[in-house]
Structure formats: C-alpha cells, structure tokens
C-alpha cells in the first residue's frame, strides 16, 4: 500500500484544504500518495526512504540528530544538504542557469519541510507528507502560520543551492528523472492527470 | 505565547490529553475560543496526569465537572490552569477504549498526512491523547496502536518506543517503512501483545 494514485479531485481537495493558497495558482501532482519518502527525502532526490535528523529516519552518521521532544533546527539540514554540495544562498529563491536550489521551511518550534527547485526552474517540488508530490510555482504557496500547533509549515528561512555538476555527480539528477518517469509512464497508461486550472481528466 | 483554538470536542476526549501536551510537552500555551476554553500553562509543569492541576472555577458545579474533563483525583488540583464554560458541562457518552482510540487515531492522520516533521506530529493533541490513553490500558493501547501500525501504515514509531521503551528497528531499518511496520509487528507478535 505503499503507493496509492488516488482521485485527482481528492487530491485537490485536500491539498487545497490544508494549502489554501494553492487555489489561486496553476499547480500540479506530480507523484502518486507514497509513506515510503517524505520531503526531506525528495528535496534530496530519494523516493526510498525517509531523512529527518532523529531516530526511525535516516540520517549520515556523525551528524547532530534531534530527537523528540527536541526539535530539528536549520542548522540540521544545512549540514546534512552541505554533504551533497549545498551551500547557504539567504533566501534568494530566483531561479539561476546551472544551479539547483532547496528551500528549508520553519514554524516557531523548528524545520517543518523542505522543497525543491524543478530542475529547468518550472516551479517547487513539494513532497506533503505522506501525500503526493506537487509542483507549485512559488514557495509562498504552502507557507502558512508559523504557530507550532498549527499544523502548517510556516515560512521559508533558508535556501541552499548546489552546481548542476554537483546534482549530476551525485547520481540525484537520475534518480529524479527515473521517479518521474514512472509517474509519466503511470499517467499515459492511465489517464491520471491533474492540473489546477486544467483539467486534464 | 502560541495560541490555539480547542474545540469543546477536543477537551472531552482527549481526557488526559489535554494534559499530555502540555504537561509532557511542557509547551506555554494559552487557549481561548469564543471564552469557551482557557488553558495556562503556568501550573502545568507536573509529568502526565498525575499532578496536572485542572479546575473548573467559573461553575459553581465546577466539581461534577471535573471527572468528565477525565481528572480522577481531587486532590491534584492546586491551581486554577482550565475555565469551562457551562456549554462544555455535558455528560459524555460511554465509549470503550478502543472507540476512543480509533477517533483520535483517524483524526491524528487526517490532520498530519502532510507532515514530514515528528516533533509537529506528535504535538497534534490526538497523539498525545493516545499518550494519555496509555494510563488507563497500556498493553491495550500497545496492541491497538501495532494494528494500527500494520493495517493503516499510521507512524506510531515514537509513541510504541515511548510507551515501551525499546526499540525493535535495526540501525539499518531506519527510514524504511515496511521494515519498520514488520519490525514493530514481530515484536508486538514476540511478546504476546497481539
């Protein structure tokens, strides 16, 4: 059950529910409901598993963890990012030939999510959670409140880049092609298409 | 002081929820909707349950109201941390444990299935009123929260090592889902708990 293709309508229902923002903007699903990754593991090209800096997740060995109650902080993931070529670049989140970027999200407790920049630059990837992954044009488009029972992501704080040279060294540019891919290949065999704006089914 | 809206629903049955997430949690939180709830922090630095100190102290029946927000004894009350309302006085109906458990349960991954973050998770007030539950039933709570684990894929991982104090994960396992899932399953099975 680890992937589900789910109603496009449910999913935009329920994206829509939790990010209102996404009503306004042409967004997309861009992978099927999966618990086997989460955000921090796609902002790293995975779909294998899940990476948070505490027990139960992965995470390289000698790196600070942080586990409940304590809360992972910034620094966490710019370390963990740092070991696959990712360096601070504040919050200029402009899209720049011949560099990846990644966004760090935070409320008042600590890192809430993280997302990636499309590789030609066409939006952010989102992995919600266990829900599926999006395509949205902006980072403001799933910020919400900062308050820590709000259930919501908070803003974005930090974004790291690496060189394009870096991405495809490290073998992430291929296995992010290949994740979509197979979801490209699921939608032609099945007509499971979802566009905000366009619907495509 | 982070604000949160608790709903009368939420304050009757998370029972010792309530005090989970702030008591164990220890977060300041101060909650006031429509002047129905009021949650202060400041008397609520006990561990769970045992010491929390509730007080219903805007009913003159504020005593009867007491054991349907789930605090079984009196003598724990020291400060006034909770006000509530006549709306919120109302008898519950009986549930088992597993009823209860199944609610919060369904709740807690309808509100988190975004969520990448364990600690945001295990803040939502329906995992720590699972927490809560535990006080009551344990090995109840442990048996219902591996099926859980196994028939809904739902993250208990930190709630049954919590509740257990093991962890059955190989170091190599970690990440993994259906090798943690079978490695919660098999440990549930070993000790006999389902």
Not at chain 1, 6 to 30: S, T
Not at chain 1, 73 to 91: A, I, S, T
Not at chain 2, 73 to 92: G, Y
Not at chain 2, 184 to 193: A, L, S
Request: proline share 6%.
């Amino acid at each position: 059950m680890a992937r589900l293709y789910r109603n496009p309508k449910q999913v935009q229902d329920e994206f829509i529910g939790v990010f209102p923002k996404l009503a306004n903007v042409d967004w997309c699903i861009k992978s099927p409901w999966d618990d086997d990754y989460q955000c921090v593991a796609w902002a790293e090209c995975r779909t294998d598993r899940k990476s948070w800096p505490g027990a139960g997740y992965v995470w390289p060995e000698g790196l600070p963890q942080a586990n409940p109650p304590q809360t992972a902080r910034e620094d966490h993931f710019v370390q963990r990012f740092g070991l696959l070529g990712y360096k601070p670049c504040g919050l200029d989140r402009s899209f720049e030939i011949g560099y990846q970027k990644v966004a760090i999200y935070a409320n008042d407790l600590g890192v809430t999510h993280m997302a990636r920049q499309h590789f030609l630059g066409r939006g952010w990837l989102s992995k919600a959670g266990s829900m599926e992954d999006i395509l949205h044009p902006n980072l403001e488009d799933i910020e919400g409140d900062t308050s820590i029972f709000a259930n919501q992501y908070g803003k974005v704080t930090l974004i790291l880049k690496r060189t394009w040279w870096k991405a495809f060294t490290s073998l992430s540019l291929f296995r992010c092609l290949l994740a979509a891919f197979k979801f490209r290949l699921h939608q032609c065999v099945h007509g499971y298409a979802f566009r905000q704006g366009k619907r495509l089914q | 002081m982070a604000v949160q809206n608790l709903t009368p629903e939420q304050v009757f049955q998370v029972d010792s929820g309530v005090l989970a997430i702030l008591s164990g949690v220890s977060v300041p939180m101060e909650t006031v909707e429509n002047g129905t709830v009021a949650v202060r922090s400041s008397a609520l630095s006990s561990p769970i349950g045992a010491e929390a100190a509730f007080i219903c102290e805007s009913l003159p029946e504020s005593i009867q109201a007491i054991p349907l927000l789930g605090i079984r004894d009196r003598s724990a009350l020291r400060s006034p941390s909770v006000l509530v309302s006549p709306t919120l006085v109302s008898p519950l109906p009986e549930r088992t444990l597993e009823q209860r458990f199944r609610e919060q349960a369904d709740k807690w991954a309808r509100e988190t299935k975004h969520l990448s973050s364990p600690t945001q998770m295990m803040m939502h007030p329906s995992y720590q009123a699972i927490l809560g539950m535990a006080l009551e039933n344990k090995r109840e709570i442990l048996r219902l929260l591996i099926l859980d684990l196994q028939q809904h894929r739902n993250e208990w991982f930190w709630a049954l090592s919590y509740l257990t104090q093991e962890n059955p994960i190989k170091a190599t396992d970690a990440g993994k889902m259906d090798r943690m899932i079978a490695a919660w399953v098999n440990w549930g099975r070993e000790n006999h708990i389902i």
